[in-house]
Each structure stands twice: as C-alpha cells, then as structure tokens.
C-alpha cells in the first residue's frame, strides 16, 4: 500500500526558516497536502498542491515538489512559536478517494 | 471555520462498557471518516463512508463499528470496551470540491480504564 514518511522532530529558533519533508511511495499521487495539529485539536489543512506543480507559495509557507524523487516539502518563512504544532503530509493517489498521512512532524519554536 | 463536531470531547469509561462517539458535519459532504491517532502522532484510518447506508473498513482493523443513516450523521461505537481502545478518535469529511479537503473535528480522547 502507499507510504507516506516524515521526520518525528524539528526544533528551530523563532525568527528562522523551518523546512520539514516528507516522502511518499504513491506515483500515481494527483494531490499531496500539509495538514497542522496544535495540541487538543484536529487537523487543519494549511496548503496543498496538485503533482503536475512544482512549487506553490501562499504567504509564509513554500511547499516544494520533487515528483521524481517523490519529495515534498513545506518551508516556513520566519517561524514564529504559534507554528509549534504537529505537520502532517498527506497524499491522494490517482483516482482513489482515500488520503494516506504521513507519520507527523512535531516542530518546536524556541523563543 | 469547519462546522464538524465531536462529542463528547473527554470520555473517561470502565472495561466492557458500550460506547458512542459522536460526529456531525453541517457542510453536506457526502464523505466522512473515522481516523485513531496513536499518542506517538500516527493517524489511522478505521472507518470511512462515501454516502448514506456506505461503510467501510479503513487499513487499520479496528472492533468499532459505523453507521450512515444520514448525511450529516456518522456515529462509531464499541460494544464492550477495553484499555487497548484508549485513544484519541478524530472524525473529518470531505466534499466534491477539486482538492478533495479533508475537515477534521477536534477529537475525542478517549480512556477505558
């Protein structure tokens, strides 16, 4: 089945550019996302792209995509500790409605 | 601001007692589901649901069970719970919107003592 891997922790100073990645196994993936947890809380979706980009930008946050190597990642410009939370990767696979996540990605701000 | 509720928010309940956790969305999405989250992050999915009277079994095996009588209602339920269903039960839904946007509702811990 799909996979979808992150790395479990990210600790950055506020102020500082955080990039967490992500990798999937799906190559029929039409759309992959970045979902973020605070704590208590559900998911909320702060960005997505569609595979045939190779970059999206809304404000802060940059998601880059490496089709060949099957990359994503999510760069936050001037993190700030409200960013503290847990990143989520998803991915959709081609004509299939299910969306597989990724193992989570907790970031740390440290003032 | 997504319009998915859960309740309750915090259970707290004996071995081998019945259960019902509850999820309602007012957005008209055709599609709902049911996600268990490990307290090591990892979402699993349990249950999903593409319309009223479909369910079906996520990649996680899972002894609750689901209903879809209506659209906006999507219930999970365990007959007799035990400490191996402590956790915390996230319910989303999705619509027919091109991104295919997953809205979560804020959760329900729960603790089978």
């Known amino acids: 089945g799909e996979d979808v891997e992150q790395s479990l922790f990210l600790s950055v100073r506020e102020g500082d550019s955080s990039v967490i990645n992500c990798t999937y196994t799906d190559s029929s993936s039409t759309y992959l996302y970045w979902y973020k947890q605070e704590p208590g809380a559900g998911l909320q979706l702060l960005t997505y792209i569609f595979s045939n980009m190779d970059m999206k930008q809304d404000q802060r946050l940059t998601v880059l995509l490496n089709k060949k190597d099957k990359h994503l990642s999510l760069r936050i410009a001037d993190t700030q500790t409200g960013d503290s939370a847990i990143y989520f990767c998803a991915e959709r696979g081609g004509g299939y409605q299910k969306v597989t996540f990724g193992t989570g990605t907790k970031l740390q701000v440290i003032p | ?113």
């Open chain 2, 1 to 113: 601001e997504a319009d998915i509720y859960q309740t309750p928010r915090y259970l707290v309940i004996g071995t081998g007692k019945k259960i019902t956790l509850e999820c309602s969305q007012t957005m008209g999405h055709d599609k709902m589901y049911w996600y268990q989250q490990d307290p090591g992050m990892e979402l699993h999915l349990i249950h999903y649901s593409y319309g009223v009277n479909s369910t079906e079994k996520g990649d996680l095996s899972s002894e609750s069970t689901v209903s879809r009588i209506r659209t906006e209602h999507f219930p999970l339920t365990l007959e007799s719970a035990r400490p191996s269903h402590t956790s915390q039960y996230l319910c989303a839904s999705s619509g027919r919107d091109t991104s295919y946007e997953q809205y979560f509702g804020p959760g329900t811990r729960l603790t089978v003592t």
